[in-house]
């Protein structure tokens, strides 16, 4: 029986921080998303209450979404 071992097995790799550039990714997809989801809320509060009562959407937790400020 041979034993193998990978650099995971170490956890060399697992331990790691992240990367310059990949912490760069993250930081634009996250204000990406959050510029979207700004959006999509602006969009459903144009909409009536029953309209987003029976799409599943509370206008007062929009407009609290609304209201918190951006990270940038």
Known sequence: ???TAT???FGQ???RKP???R???DCI???RQESVQRQVNHYLLRLTDEEL???GYDRKE???RRSAPAAY
Do not use: E, G, P, W
């Open 29 to 31: 997809i996250a204000a």
């Open 1 to 3: 029986m041979t034993m």
């Open 13 to 15: 790799i697992k331990d």
């Open 23 to 25: 912490r760069a990714f």
């Open 53 to 55: 009562n029976a799409a």
């Open 7 to 9: 650099v995971t097995d």
């Open 19 to 21: 990367s310059f550039l």
């Open 62 to 64: 929009l407009l609290a």
